[in-house]
Nanobody, 125 residues
Framework: QVQLVESGGGLVQAGGSLRLSCAASGRISSSYAMGWFRQAPGKEREFVAAVTWSIGITHYADSVKGRFTISRDGAKNTVYLQMNSLKPEDTAVYYC??????????????????WGQGTQVTVSS
């Protein structure tokens, strides 16, 4: 069982920055991949970014490439999402997710085994 707890959400003006954290309980295996997804009101949950735990390969949605950075800290069992140049369209609940055995499907919600409770990010114009 893996528990994921997100933090760091909040209200920020357009152009501002936020850093989300996702703390995982238990030891994260090298086979894991960790992802960030988001869901805006009335929309489906969508992929934002992912990182493989073993060697840190990263993937990003086109909409956030160049603005968001995903990283991991093995000592703290924590994944981060640094969000810069935020836009109103980034407003959503952001979820952290863990895939126990990474199979390349980093952008698919169905490929992830555990999810956090979500943290709200609101970007005002």
């Amino acid at each position: 069982q893996v528990q994921l707890v997100e933090s760091g959400g909040g209200l920020v003006q357009a152009g501002g920055s936020l850093r989300l954290s996702c703390a995982a309980s238990g030891r994260i295996s090298s086979s894991y991949a960790m992802g960030w997804f988001r869901q805006a009101p009335g929309k489906e949950r969508e992929f934002v970014a992912a990182v493989t735990w073993s060697i840190g390969i990263t993937h990003y949605a086109d909409s956030v490439k160049g603005r968001f950075t995903i990283s991991r800290d093995g000592a703290k069992n924590t994944v981060y999402l640094q969000m810069n140049s935020l836009k109103p369209e980034d407003t959503a609940v952001y979820y952290c997710a863990a895939q126990l055995f990474y199979d390349g499907r980093y952008a698919y919600t169905a490929a992830y085994d555990y999810w956090g409770q979500g943290t709200q990010v609101t970007v005002s114009s």
